[in-house]
């Protein structure tokens, strides 16, 4: 089970089928933001990686997989910019 302030969550399912959700790791505020991968169909979620400190606010995350892959995560920064990464699905399991 995830925590979660009450704030939204990103959930895709890539193109090999794994599970990518990006969602923030508190019960109080919206940082930190984590993305977790699952290659089980949802059973378990083993590989879990910060995307930004637990100090700030980092909201309203989504999620897509572009055609090469990469995997798109943008998300409110601060309430003051949207911000975007893009990584695959090893950089979640380093």
Known sequence: MFKNP?????LIKLCDNSLVLAYNDSHVGRAPLNVALSEDEGKTWPYIKTVEPPEGVFAY???TQSS???IHLVYSWFYLKIAHIMFNKEWIKT
């Open 6 to 10: 009450d704030s939204a969550i990103s």
């Open 61 to 63: 995350p989504f999620l």
């Open 68 to 70: 090469d892959g990469m």
